[in-house]
């Protein structure tokens, strides 16, 4: 029997898992950390962070084609050794949960700013905590339908970005390449951190239920949180003079901010309340992960009671921190290096050791 069979997921399930994970706070800052560095040109750094998040995602489930039925933490210890292999696992621990830390504290802020300014922070993190944990307790079937449902429910939110396009002004995307090319590559570093997610293929692989479709469903993945940015992105770049944009620290808010109808005011806190929705589908497969990755580390078969820790500690120090715009900007570098670290170097180079060290077992076999 399959080590994870009652817990399969589809392909469909796999492909939403991955792209509703990526698809959260790149929505509402791309377009202006794109426009920093390299103006109204930074759509087409976010067509190299595209093609850099195929090439990586390959990378994983070439990796993965190897070891089918084991997660990335039953494989650490198999190529490393015990010690080493337990290392890594910490580092992934550490990787997904503060991720996962940073994604609740920006959601938090959010709210905090644009609906409920005077409400306490931590009374609002522990709203948004309880759905989080009775999803993540539940296991990856149930967040695997969790993330079909979200994208279904979500899905009329597309198209209210067009109303920008009735003040667009075009010319704002010419020249293209005023600069030349170095401020566009240069703006590849801000396009990458926006796709990570991807890399919970080593996690999600042993799952699928048909393993054949991986390399489909990850490019799937890829390419509709890659559409959906593009689609932000030059919205936002019509709407916004070249050097507005930057003023705004999320200018798609803004953008919804200006829609008016007669039977309803600030029609961009209506956007955000369902926005929490896939906001939460961003923290959920992080704080799993993390779970996750601790139940392998202690030996255990369940995650549910480190999600209770977990949910516990977040929800104990939410009381003496209060989310501000320094912090969350200093949180998110940080999170934006680690993501860059373990979702784009780690896969590449521990795919050329599992590659030597499929090798060398094989050549020893042989013998």
């Given at each position: 029997m399959k080590k994870y069979a009652l817990n399969e997921i589809t392909t469909s399930q796999f492909i939403f898992f991955i792209y509703k994970t990526q698809v959260g706070m790149g929505i509402l800052t791309m377009p202006r950390i794109t426009a920093e560095?390299?103006?109204?040109?930074?759509?087409?750094?976010?067509?190299?962070g595209y093609f850099l998040a195929i090439f990586i995602s390959l990378v994983?489930?070439?990796?993965?084609?190897?070891?089918?039925?084991?997660?990335?933490?039953?494989?650490?210890?198999?190529?490393?050794?015990?010690?080493?292999?337990?290392?890594?696992?910490?580092?992934?621990?550490g990787y997904t949960g503060y991720f996962a830390i940073v994604l609740l504290l920006m959601t938090v802020f959010i709210i905090q700013v644009w609906i409920f300014p005077q409400t306490p922070s931590f009374l609002v993190m522990w709203l948004f905590l309880i759905p989080i944990y009775m999803i993540t307790r539940s296991g990856i079937r149930v967040i695997g339908r969790y993330a079909e449902f979200v994208y279904f429910i979500t899905l009329w939110m597309v198209p209210l970005l067009l109303f920008g396009l009735k003040d667009a002004h075009w010319l704002n995307l010419l020249p293209i390449l005023k600069e030349g090319w170095k401020p566009v590559l240069?703006?590849?570093?801000?396009?990458?951190?926006?796709?990570?997610?991807?890399?919970l293929a080593f996690i999600l692989y042993?799952?699928?239920?048909?393993?054949?479709?991986a390399f489909k469903g990850i490019i799937i993945a890829n390419t509709l949180t890659f559409l959906l940015y593009m689609y932000v992105i030059i919205i936002t770049y019509v709407y916004f003079s070249p050097d507005e944009i930057k003023e705004y620290t999320w200018p798609t808010l803004n953008i919804l901010k200006s829609i008016e109808l007669p039977f309803l005011e600030r029609f961009e806190i209506i956007f955000l309340s369902f926005y929490m929705i896939i906001l939460s589908m961003t923290i959920i497969p992080f704080l799993f992960t993390a779970a996750f990755g601790t139940s392998k580390l202690f030996g255990q078969k369940s995650h549910k009671i480190h999600v209770r820790i977990y949910i516990g500690v977040i929800a104990f120090f939410s009381i003496f921190y209060t989310p501000i715009g320094q912090n969350?900007?200093?949180?998110?570098?940080?999170?934006?290096y680690l993501g860059i670290g373990f979702g784009y170097a780690f896969p590449i180079l521990f795919g050329l050791y599992v590659f030597i060290y499929t090798k060398l077992k094989n050549r020893r076999l042989s013998a």
């Open positions: 560095e390299a103006g109204t040109d930074g759509w087409l750094s976010v067509i190299f994983i489930i070439k990796v993965m084609e190897k070891y089918p039925e084991d997660t990335l933490f039953d494989l650490l210890p198999k190529v490393f050794g015990k010690w080493i292999g337990k290392l890594f696992i910490i580092g992934w621990i240069v703006a590849v570093q801000k396009t990458v951190v926006p796709f990570i997610g991807f890399e042993p799952f699928l239920k048909n393993k054949k479709s969350m900007e200093s949180l998110g570098k940080w999170a934006d």
